[in-house]
């Protein structure tokens, strides 16, 4: 059995947009996310308004992305992997929506950090000496 680690991310990515096929299939706009520790995706999903209101009536929004959307969607995401640059921990958001029958996408790449992980691979000392510096 193969350990989600032993994954590169662009294939974890991947098996996101696989396992997210059905759902995206009825949406035309939203947010897909993934959240990134240890270079492994963890928690993902989509953030979208299923509900639209136009005259005093709320309506479901209509149709979703077709096949070909999907593919190029997932192009996209997978492209956006070339700009994380030395994280290992974070998250990356994908705001979709279909316009004029093209998908539109806007990635956003976020780089999470710990200040208790800094303190152990940076010895008291060392930043004690840069502040005294200062």
């Avoid at 096929?21 to 897909?32: K, Q, R, Y």
């Avoid at 999903?45 to 299923?50: A, C, D, L």
């Avoid at 709320?58 to 070339?82: C, D, H, W, Y």
């Amino acid at each position: 059995m193969i350990k989600l680690e032993q994954l590169s991310l662009a294939r974890q990515l991947d098996l996101v947009f696989k396992e997210l096929e059905e759902e995206l299939a009825g949406l035309n706009s939203g947010t897909v996310f993934v959240q990134i520790r240890n270079n492994v995706i963890g928690k993902f999903g989509i953030r979208h308004n299923p509900l639209a209101g136009r005259n005093g009536v709320i309506a479901p929004a209509e149709g979703g992305l077709n096949p070909v959307q999907q593919s190029s969607f997932r192009t996209m995401a997978l492209e956006s992997l070339k700009h994380k640059r030395h994280w290992t921990h974070g998250e990356i958001s994908y705001e979709f929506t279909v316009r004029q029958g093209i998908v539109m996408v806007d990635a956003v790449l976020e780089s999470n950090y710990n200040m208790a992980n800094m303190m152990i691979r940076y010895p008291r000392t060392a930043y004690s000496e840069a502040a005294s510096e200062s």
